[in-house]
């Protein structure tokens, strides 16, 4: 029966790779402790929405890059960890380290930040030429993501970032709304299409990057997308 020194010094690695592997998982750990706690700051209006945006999407860029690490080096570290410790997602990652982080759970299913997964309104002070702005960059957003499906585009990787830029500008028609037509905003359809938008940026979120949708998703987002894309500019025309 082998015994324990309690004044040896516990070794966790035994080689460079290790040592990367485990600074690695280190990193992922402290990432989703960092979110956690930025959501938590967020929710008791700590920081602005100003701070908490930005930060929170260097948060989930950062950790994007950290998981894929993490995964690939577990995956082709050996064969002797267990199918136990076997980490395929950040779902296995959390398990196994017992972390109980329900509001960084969240944001990293969702993979926006809360100003766009919710509709935010400190944008309904808008000037002419930021409206005009907005309004042009989020119909080119349309634009450029309806021919990325016309042209075939299936890949997570292909379509994330763009749906993910067309969702937070039009995240901001109801507080653009507000101030055109009063505080109901573009209403009950803008918020309909937009949860549409949302629930499609979700569903892509938990793909792999090299995952791709098929043909009848591609159909149904597409027509989504135009849906959105018409309520606009009614919402638009109305203001």
């Keep these: 029966m082998a015994t324990i020194n309690p004044y040896e010094e516990a070794v966790l690695f035994q080689s460079n790779s ?14 989703i402790v960092s979110l956690d706690h930025l959501e938590r700051a967020y929710v008791k209006e700590s920081i602005s929405e100003n701070e908490y945006a930005p ?5 989930l860029s950062q950790y994007k890059t950290i998981l894929k690490l993490v995964i ?11 199918s136990e410790t ?5 779902k296995d990652f959390m398990r196994i380290y017992k972390m109980e982080n329900p509001a960084a759970s969240h ?30 960059e989020t119909t080119q957003n349309f634009i450029t993501f309806m021919d990325a499906l016309k042209l075939k585009l299936r890949a997570k990787d292909q379509l994330h970032p763009l749906l993910g830029e067309l969702v937070r500008g039009y995240g901001r028609s109801d507080a653009v709304g507000a101030t055109s037509s009063g505080a109901g905003g573009f209403g009950n359809d803008a918020e309909e299409v937009r949860g549409k938008l949302l629930n499609w940026l979700i569903r892509l979120n938990q793909m792999k990057a090299s995952d791709e949708i098929d043909e009848d998703q591609a159909r149904q987002m597409l027509f989504d997308v135009e849906a959105a894309y018409n309520s606009f500019f009614r919402a638009l025309q109305d203001g």
């Design 18 to 31: 290790e040592r990367e592997r485990y600074d690695n998982m280190s990193t992922l750990f402290s990432l």
């Design 72 to 82: 690939d080096q577990n995956q082709f570290g050996g064969d002797s960890r267990s």
């Design 107 to 136: 944001r990293l299913e969702v993979g926006v930040p809360a100003t766009i997964e919710h509709a935010s309104r400190s944008n309904s002070t808008q000037s002419a030429s930021e409206r005009a702005k907005w309004v042009a």
């Design 86 to 90: 076997t980490i395929n997602d950040v």
């Design 55 to 59: 930060a929170c999407n260097r948060l």
